[in-house]
């Protein structure tokens, strides 16, 4: 009777032990599957589509590209507040749900948010610009 309760003993430790590793190898994987395995999209936009002093809205991609100075800078068109897709006028950014508002670089002007927008990743090569979302 003493050998059937340790091998139950025994088992019942190892089935916890295996639990809990197959719960943590889960816990790991939705981890990294957010950080490491998510591929970025890529967008290419031609220099020339970009207007100097003003920008262009990628709507599907929810993006915008802004010319100012001769100098090009990306942004989310998330807003930051409550996540509704941003418009872009000829002088700034508006949320069209919470009227929040940020100027051409980004930055917060008017809330509820309190948080600038987010600038994405992009590279220029050649005559074109290579957006990572």
Known sequence: MGRINTIYRISRRIITKSIILLLGSILLY?????????????????LKDVPAGGGIVLRE??????????AIEVYSLVCPHLGCTINL??????????????DLNGIVIKGPANKNLKILTYKIEGDVIIIYI
């Open 30 to 46: 939705k981890i990294l599957k957010v950080n490491v395995f998510r591929q970025k999209k890529q967008i290419t936009v031609k």
């Open 61 to 70: 991609q929810r993006a915008a590209i802004v010319k100012l100075n001769n």
């Open 89 to 102: 006028t000829e002088e700034l950014f508006k949320c069209p749900c919470h009227g929040s508002e940020f």
